[in-house]
């Protein structure tokens, strides 16, 4: 009965072994059916564009295995804050063609820029001044329309009458306007539709100009608001290998304070004045364009205090630089 029972029991232990077996084989036969099912990891083409925060995966020279690296995603530019830096380099509002084109100077005037009396010697200045003989051609900065084109007999777009002399203004884009005064010669009428560049009179001395220029003014919003006018060498276009300098000087309450500010670079200076009014659209209230690139050094005294700043002017760009003076 013992060797019976032994046989029992082997019998017993070789059905469970057998039924083990064929548990491990299914199991084994499960795992290979999933590998075979699961995504393989392959290197994206070149010319497939990927999400910022994916990962593109490589090869390891050494083993020649996926690698995964991670692409950082693009940052968007923060808008420049002229107030916590020393200077700021932008792209400007530059979008209107000089009315004046070259061989003839189409350079802005500096002993009567913006905002400049002359040293009290004139009216202030609610534009820019080009130099050129009568007769020369006159362009005009914009696309646009005509909005008026004659002798400014009445007094619309200044406080008095026959200042601008033979005015033309131009209704441009988004509420801007060009003015063009002093004109010898007017070649277009009221309505007329214009193209950029397109010629639309001559130079000349006529009303209130102290010899032959073209007095251009850029306005924006109620163009027979004599206050409405903005600096014009913030936005025409600089020349090739040009740049601007807008310069603003304020209070810690941010009200503007006048100075008479020197501008330095290598063994050049310029002397610019603040404007002598506060023109409601402006933004700054001094600017000098033309300038070539490069350091730039800018001092001033303001309330018995030094103050100086380096800053870079670059090619076709507009450096904006905020002093907060006592």
């Known amino acids: ?78 808008p420049c804050d002229a107030s916590s830096k020393d200077y700021c380099i932008q792209e400007g509002h530059f979008i209107l063609q000089r009315p004046i084109h070259s061989p003839d100077n189409d350079s802005v005037e500096r002993t009567y820029p913006f905002g400049s009396t002359d040293e009290g010697a004139r009216e202030a200045h609610h534009g820019v001044e080009f130099i050129n003989a009568t007769g020369t051609p006159v362009y005009a900065a914009a696309d646009g329309t005509i909005l008026f084109a004659g002798p400014d007999d009445e007094a619309v777009f200044s406080p008095w009458k026959k200042f601008y002399g033979n005015l033309i203004v131009i209704r441009h884009a988004d509420g801007l306007y060009s003015l063009y005064a002093h004109l010898s010669k007017i070649d277009v009428q009221a309505g007329q539709k214009i193209k950029a560049g397109g010629r639309i009179g001559e130079v000349g001395k006529t009303g209130g100009a102290i010899g032959s220029h073209l007095h251009f003014e850029v306005r924006k919003g109620d163009v027979e608001d004599y206050f409405s006018a903005l600096n014009p060498e913030l936005w025409l276009v600089p020349r090739e290998g040009e740049g601007v300098l807008l310069i603003s000087v304020v209070n810690a309450q941010g009200e503007y304070r006048n100075a008479d500010i020197t501008i330095q670079s290598e063994g050049r200076s310029y002397f610019v004045n603040t404007y002598e009014e506060k023109f409601p659209f402006t933004e700054e209230n001094a600017a000098l364009g033309e300038l070539t690139p490069g350091r730039y050094r800018i001092t001033f005294y303001s309330a018995g205090l030094f103050y100086e700043r380096w800053v870079e002017v670059q090619a076709g760009k507009l450096t904006q630089v905020l002093f907060i003076v006592k």
């Not at 050494?62 to 940052?75: G, L």
């Open 1 to 78: 009965m013992e060797r019976e029972g032994e046989r029992v029991h082997i019998f017993a232990l070789h059905i469970i072994l057998m039924d083990d077996m064929k548990r491990i084989s299914v199991l084994a036969f499960a795992i290979l059916l999933l590998a075979a099912c699961a995504p393989q990891v392959t290197s994206l083409p070149a010319s497939t564009a990927a999400p910022a925060d994916t990962v593109i995966p490589t090869r390891s020279p050494a083993t020649d295995q996926p690698v995964s690296s991670p692409i950082p995603p693009i940052e968007t530019p923060i």
